[in-house]
């Protein structure tokens, strides 16, 4: 049992946060994965004791007050989805990258699925299918993700 | 599985178990939702956030604008010289262009019978750059670089050279988020310069729409569409959009309208902020609506001038003396302006009053001389002032005096207004069922029957178009 990574995982958290609030064109916008989410499910499953789901919490925080949303509803989407992942991360990190990308798939599904309920209950509903996109973009990338973070600490 | 439950467990035994710890954090998120949602009861936790997140949002936007400034600063001698050539000229130009404007506005103002000339409505521009566009590119907002230290509020008008931009959302002390006119959730009240129609434009996300017009309406592309002063944040006048398309479909009631906003939403870097006079004629009402005094005494010399909107009595009164039904039409030309304020909180979103405006401008839709078109618009004004009591009752005399050609005009506008107040969507409009009962009230002289019938009506008359 190796120490816990927490330095690291705020630090990547915190590169993912700029990465996902950086300024692009249109249309890279739409495909850009939510880095911090992917950056979150990340130690989820390799180290949910370091963060958990305070973690989700607080970067769903984070995002609220970056896109100017409802305070609590990306928060909300991300500890459920990290509850969630912490829950299972034994046997989600069992799994080969692939289905692990599936796995991260739905768990971005759930997690835009919750904010857009939540836009839709507070009177916001945004029903333009790009807003799903990148679900789609975040599990492809998801292998690269592991490569990336998997460098900053020894995962058991 | 069995190897989960035991991992929960040693989790468990280190300290509250996920569950608990989901629970709470979710029980926090809600209460934080909560909070947002019902009030100004986070507006501090707010502004402090937005104030830890402005340094952030700096940083990421730096490498842009250090470009921007790279590119500013290797521009050659020549581009710089021309630039300045073409900048000289333009403002030759809008010089020769304010120096008609003061002598409009003068003269303006002696025809309303002012002692004085009024004071343009702007009372204060402040420039804001663009820091930063907002990362989520469904919603059309962008941050601006001023913020409360800078006077700056909320639901604040921001404009740039060519046109309306948006209005700020969040204000914290040294930032400010712009919605845009364009975002989905955004709608103002707006006019069509050349009709003076009033209705509601949408954004759509890469546009606008006028999505409250009835199929009848006038209107075409090319046609500008301005600020009603309706609503209670933008002032009236100011340029928003100019329509691209108008889309009839012979069995919609409503006409499929689209704009393009005149602001350059997608490559602005510098904004104005822009404070106005309150007690101004154009000026928007404040927010609550309630606590502007009875106007300016010199501007209005009408009885009981509608509370948040001095700038519409103004106008209508001097379209309904110029008629010859004018005297009668008068009460009546008052009482939309109040229905229009009756329910107006906070400019965004309400169909109610949209359905009213169009129903009261569609009356004026068929070109059939000004007596006519007038009386036209008296009932159908009476229609949407029909909440207010004993407004009806001077709506109905209105088209008497002109005869009952006119009034069989008023009937046909009446039919297309039906729809279009009840049939959005079945838009939660307050007015919906109020203006469906004032529908048959003008039309009662007439031979056709309509009313509840109004939908059919239209699109029989749609299809022989």
């Known amino acids: ?156 | 599985m069995a190897f989960g439950v035991s991992a929960n467990r040693s989790l468990a035994s280190r300290g509250p178990s996920p569950g608990f710890r989901f629970a709470l954090y979710a029980i926090l998120s809600v209460t934080l939702m909560f909070l947002d949602q019902r009030g100004e009861w986070l507006r501090d936790v707010r502004y402090v956030l937005q104030a830890a997140a402005y340094p952030i949002q700096l940083a990421v936007s730096s490498p842009s604008a250090a470009w921007r400034w790279m590119s500013e600063s290797m521009q050659t001698r020549d581009a710089l010289r021309a630039e300045n050539e073409r900048l000289r000229a333009r403002q030759r130009q809008l010089e020769i262009r304010t120096l008609r404007y003061d002598a409009l506005a003068r003269e303006n103002a002696e025809l309303r019978g002012l002692r004085d000339a009024l004071p343009p409505v702007a009372e204060k521009w402040l420039v804001a750059e663009v820091v930063n566009v907002q990362p989520n590119s469904l919603r059309q907002s962008v941050l601006l670089n001023r913020g409360t230290r800078n006077g700056v509020f909320k639901s604040q008008a921001v404009l740039d050279d060519f046109g309306l931009v948006g209005q700020t959302t969040h204000v914290g002390p040294w930032s400010a988020e712009v919605i845009l006119i364009t975002d989905t959730e955004h709608e103002l009240p707006v006019e069509i310069e050349r009709t003076g129609l009033r209705t509601i434009a949408a954004g759509t996300g890469t546009g606008l729409a006028l999505p409250y017009l009835p199929a009848n309406a006038d209107v075409k592309p090319g046609d500008l569409l301005i600020t009603s002063g309706l609503g209670g944040v933008f002032p009236q006048g100011y340029p928003v959009a100019r329509v691209t398309a108008v889309q009839r479909d012979a069995v919609q009631p409503l006409a499929q309208v689209r704009a393009q906003p005149l602001a350059h939403l997608d490559r602005m870097r510098e904004v104005m902020l822009v404070w106005f006079r309150d007690d101004h004629p154009a000026a928007p009402g404040s927010t609550s609506g309630a606590d502007l005094p009875a106007g300016n005494p010199h501007v209005q010399p009408q009885v009981a001038p509608p509370k948040p909107k001095p700038s519409t009595p103004p106008v209508d009164s001097e379209k309904a003396s110029g008629t010859p039904g004018g005297v009668p039409a008068k009460p009546a030309s008052t009482a939309p302006a109040k229905g229009g304020t009756a329910q107006k909180p906070s400019g965004a979103s309400e169909p109610g009053r949209a359905s009213g405006g169009t129903g009261a401008e569609s009356g004026r839709a068929p070109e059939s001389g000004a007596s006519g078109a007038e009386s036209g618009r008296a009932p159908a004004s009476s229609g949407t002032a029909s909440e207010t009591s004993g407004a009806p009752a001077s709506g109905n005399t209105a088209p008497r005096p002109n005869g009952s050609a006119p009034a069989d005009n008023a009937r046909k506008p009446n039919a297309g207004s039906g729809p279009s107040a009840t049939t959005p969507g079945g838009a939660p409009t307050p007015s919906a069922p109020s203006a469906e009962p004032a529908t048959p009230r003008p039309s009662a002289p007439g031979s056709e029957p309509s009313g509840a019938a109004g939908l059919s009506a239209a699109t029989t008359r749609g299809a022989q178009r």
């Open chain 1, 1 to 156: 049992m190796n120490r816990e990574p927490r330095g690291w995982m705020i630090f990547s958290a915190l590169v993912a946060l700029f990465l996902s609030v950086l300024p692009l064109p249109h249309w890279l916008e739409i495909v850009r994965p939510a880095f911090l989410v992917l950056a979150v499910l990340y130690f989820s499953i390799t180290a949910p004791r370091a963060g958990g789901i305070g973690l989700g919490f607080f970067a769903g925080l984070a995002i609220d007050v970056f896109q100017g949303s409802v305070l609590g509803q990306h928060a909300l989407a991300l500890s459920l989805v990290t509850y969630i992942v912490v829950r299972e991360h034994q046997i989600i990190r069992s799994k080969p990258a692939l289905q692990q990308s599936l796995i991260v798939f739905f768990a971005l599904l759930a997690y835009e699925f919750v904010s857009f309920a939540i836009d839709g209950w507070t009177g916001h509903p945004i029903t333009n299918p790009l807003r799903w996109v990148h679900t789609l973009t975040g599990a492809l990338i998801w292998p690269l993700v592991i490569a990336l973070l998997e460098r900053g600490h020894s995962p058991r």
